[in-house]
């Protein structure tokens, strides 16, 4: 996730492992992995056999939603002032797998996607 978005939370959950993408060559956190590109962030999972989740902001989105094999989307289907969204994708190229609607407390879906091969 990129450095912005991992300081909105809270603290890093002790099972999971976070990596921390940002510019600035400076920036340390305990307890996370920091690097300054895309590139380098995937290059740590590459031998590895499991699902990697990219949690945002709007410039990591925008950077990765071209490889990603799932997307796992929430709508919400109400204005909220905000300056992140998920970037437009080639809906053709992949097949709805899940799909939940939900009306309280305000109108939101859940869709997941899976990348047509």
Not at 3 to 10: G, L, Y
Not at 55 to 74: E, M, P, S
């Amino acid at each position: 996730m990129g450095r912005k978005t991992f300081e909105t939370i809270p603290k890093p959950s002790a099972s999971s492992e976070y990596v921390v993408i940002t510019r600035d060559t400076t920036y340390k956190h305990k307890g996370v992995k920091v690097v300054h590109n895309i590139s380098d962030a995937l290059s740590l999972f590459k031998h590895r056999n499991e699902e990697i989740f990219i949690l945002g902001g709007g410039d990591i989105y925008n950077q990765t939603v071209a490889i990603a094999d799932r997307i796992y989307l929430t709508i919400i289907h109400k204005h909220f002032d905000g300056d992140t969204h998920f970037p437009e994708f080639d809906k053709a190229k992949f097949k709805v797998t899940f799909e939940e609607h939900h009306s309280v407390p305000f109108s939101f879906s859940f869709i997941d996607y899976e990348r047509i091969r």
